[in-house]
């Protein structure tokens, strides 16, 4: 079955730690994206991808970074930098960026500190 | 930059009632309207979704209609079963920046047997 793979499904961070979050596709996806979601909230954007080998950021990339190396892959690596990572972290992918395509999600990473 | 709005923010209903969700959203030139609904701990999976060159779209109990002069777009749930309780959220792509969707803030729905 094709999807969105992200792992793990809960996180604990300690202290001046980073790390990183894994999310894979088998949808031959050009687009990829990170979102945050808080308690009750909507989704805000980390960053996103529109093609392998490009990134750019989103409204809120600071304290977070990311890579795009294989079409399938996108981590997401949450820095010391980033105070408040507390979260459900959630991976999108979309077949293309132009247009009108709908963004498929996984089903998400929990993220608390320790 | 686009700018959606979605009201209610909760919305208790009885099982066999409808639900409705309305979104208003800034950018006339916005051609894309997803609807999502996210179930605890999972994320969001799309439920339907409606384009600006039709006004409305239905699939078995679940329905949009587009408003494009008015610029909102609402998602209707008939006959509502316990299984219908989540989050929903709608969704437009700002013309600036079409893969960027603009989300709104989420509907809690709650059908009561």
Known sequence: ?114 | GENVEQHPSTLSVQEGDSAVIKCTYSDSASNYFPWYKQELGKGPQLIIDIRSNVGEKKDQRIAVTLNKTAKHFSLHITETQPEDSAVYFCAANPTDSWGKFQFGAGTQVVVTP
């Open chain 1, 1 to 114: 079955d094709g999807g969105i793979t992200q792992s793990p499904k809960y996180l604990f961070r300690k202290e001046g730690q980073n790390v990183t979050l894994s999310c894979e596709q088998n949808l031959n996806h050009d687009a990829m994206y990170w979102y945050r979601q808080d308690p009750g909230q909507g989704l805000r954007l980390i960053y996103y991808s529109q093609i392998v080998n490009d990134f750019q950021k989103g409204d809120i990339a600071e304290g977070y970074s990311v890579s795009r190396e294989k079409k399938e892959s996108f981590p997401l690596t949450v820095t010391s930098a980033q105070k408040n990572p507390t979260a459900f972290y959630l991976c999108a992918s979309s077949i293309a960026w132009e247009g009108n395509q709908p963004q498929h999600f996984g089903d998400g990473t929990r993220l608390s500190i320790l």
